[in-house]
Structures are given as structure tokens and as C-alpha cells.
């Protein structure tokens, strides 16, 4: 009896030996992976990304977010992507942005889009569970006029005079390769 009992412990021990091989290697394998992955999200060249949070979760209808980034390179093309979280208290399947772009010179750009939110069946297209992170784009492949110092103001366009589930908006500008 005291033979048979000692036999799963040795048994284990010779598992734990063989297992630990085998352990490093997965081991050094999922650092290798994470370290690709973040390798390759760090290859978007973002010359600008920034969130600004929403007083209460409640943006009023005459608030304005300013966002102000600098271009160094005017012969490059940028992608500016408007940014929305929004959560469950968010009432419309879409919002209209009212997009102004002051440029170093003074020349003044105005844009107006609707972006859709949720689907046709009420699922937001965003991602997440709570809090819903949606990407939309501003401008795709959009060369500068001249080096320095832009100002993108944003504000939304919906009837309502404060939209609620809103809690941050985000701006992000990418030189394209």
C-alpha cells in the first residue's frame, strides 16, 4: 500500500517535468504573437488622436469640440476619422455631425454628414458591450493646402437640443503611406 501511494506522486512529477517544456514554449510563443500584433497596430501613422469627454454624458446642441493638430507635411495624404462612444441612453440610430476646419491661413471648411449608429433592428454598430466605439470617416486621402496648425470644430446636427449616451467624441488624423 505505501508503494502504490507513492506512485501517482512520481507519476505527476515526471507530467509537471515533461509539461513545463511545453509550457515555456506556448509561453514564449503567445509573447512573440502579442508582440507582432503590437508591431503591427503600431504601424498606422496616426499624426493625431484625441477624446474629449462630453459634460454629463449629454452633449447640448450649441457645444462645440474643438480639436487642433498640427500637419507638417502638406505633400502627404491624411485620413481624418470622427470618433463616437456611445452607450445604451443614446436614443437615434443616427447622428449628424457638423464638421468646421480652420486652416493656418484662416480659410474656414464646413462639412455636414450623417453617420449611422445602429442597425435597421436597433444593434449598435459600434464596438463593445456597454460603451460602443464607432470609427467614421471625415476625409479619406486629404491633402493639406499648406504646413501648420489645423482646428477641426465639432457639433452635432440633430434636432434635439441635448443628445444623451453620448460620454466622449474623438478625432483621429493618419498620414497615409
Not at 1 to 27: E, F, G, N, W, Y
Not at 56 to 79: C, N, Q, V
Not at 80 to 99: D, G, P
Request: charged share 25%; aromatic share 12%; net charge neutral.
Amino acid at each position: 500500500p505505501h508503494v502504490l501511494s507513492a506512485l501517482p506522486v512520481t507519476l505527476h512529477k515526471d507530467r509537471q517535468d515533461r509539461m513545463i517544456p511545453q509550457v515555456r514554449m506556448i509561453r514564449n510563443s503567445l509573447v512573440v504573437c502579442l508582440f507582432l500584433v503590437l508591431s503591427v497596430s503600431c504601424g498606422e501613422k496616426a499624426v493625431f488622436h484625441q477624446y474629449q469627454s462630453i459634460d454629463g454624458s449629454r452633449w447640448a446642441k450649441d457645444k462645440e469640440y474643438l480639436f487642433t493638430f498640427d500637419i507638417k507635411d502638406a505633400s502627404a495624404t491624411y485620413d481624418l476619422a470622427f470618433e463616437v462612444r456611445n452607450n445604451n441612453f443614446y436614443r437615434y440610430q443616427n447622428v449628424w455631425i457638423f464638421a468646421r476646419e480652420e486652416q493656418p491661413s484662416g480659410t474656414v471648411r464646413r462639412d455636414t454628414t450623417e453617420y449611422i449608429l445602429a442597425d435597421d433592428y436597433g444593434n449598435w454598430t459600434g464596438t463593445g458591450f456597454s460603451l460602443f466605439l464607432s470609427s467614421f470617416p471625415l476625409a479619406t486621402a486629404r491633402r493639406f493646402p499648406q504646413a501648420g496648425t489645423y482646428t477641426v470644430g465639432i457639433r452635432h446636427g440633430m434636432r434635439t437640443d441635448a443628445l444623451e449616451g453620448i460620454p466622449e467624441i474623438g478625432l483621429k488624423v493618419t498620414v497615409n503611406d
